[in-house]
């Protein structure tokens, strides 16, 4: 997991199947355009046995998030609205997340991060098969 360690910058140019999986995702129609252009980071950090999650957005509120891997997490999203994540660590370079936020109606999203060099993919899929790829560049 010591790769994830860092600053991440996503390029919404690598979105793959953007509109289906916002559409398909539960996401209000007014956010779907407003979320599909952000600039957004993401900096992942260690403080002992827990993981620091800082996500800043230039379209809606920066969120620090604090978990242990395998525990479920109990918080709210970056627009104060109900959010739910259990993050398991599946190598130094992969990790899976399971999300379930009210902003989506509760869906289920599984979130997989994977650091492949300098980049790191992402590929998120709901219950029902739709998925969506992107990438993140270290800063």
Request: net charge negative; proline share 3%; with cysteine.
């Given at each position: 997991?010591?790769?994830?360690?860092?600053?991440?910058?996503?390029?919404?140019?690598?979105?793959?199947?953007?509109?289906?999986?916002?559409?398909?995702?539960?996401?209000?129609?007014?956010?779907?355009?407003?979320?599909?252009?952000?600039?957004?980071?993401?900096?992942?950090?260690?403080?002992?046995?827990?993981?620091?999650?800082?996500?800043?957005?230039?379209?809606?509120?920066?969120?620090?998030?604090?978990?242990?891997?395998?525990?479920?997490?109990?918080?709210?999203?970056?627009?104060?609205?109900?959010?739910?994540?259990?993050?398991?660590?599946?190598?130094?370079?992969?990790?899976?997340?399971?999300?379930?936020?009210?902003?989506?109606?509760?869906?289920?999203?599984?979130?997989?991060?994977?650091i492949k060099g300098d980049k790191m993919m992402t590929t998120m899929v709901?219950?029902?098969?739709?998925?969506?790829?992107?990438?993140?560049?270290?800063?």
């Amino acid at each position: 997991m010591a790769q994830f360690i860092g600053k991440w910058k996503d390029d919404c140019s690598t979105y793959t199947n953007y509109d289906q999986f916002a559409k398909e995702s539960g996401i209000p129609d007014e956010l779907i355009e407003k979320f599909r252009n952000a600039k957004n980071t993401v900096e992942f950090k260690r403080d002992g046995e827990y993981w620091i999650c800082d996500t800043s957005s230039d379209v809606i509120p920066s969120k620090c998030y604090k978990f242990k891997p395998s525990e479920e997490v109990v918080t709210t999203g970056p627009m104060g609205k109900g959010l739910k994540f259990t993050v398991t660590i599946d190598s130094d370079s992969k990790m899976t997340m399971k999300e379930q936020s009210e902003l989506m109606g509760w869906k289920t999203v599984t979130v997989v991060r994977e650091i492949k060099g300098d980049k790191m993919m992402t590929t998120m899929v709901l219950d029902n098969g739709t998925e969506m790829t992107a990438e993140m560049t270290k800063c």
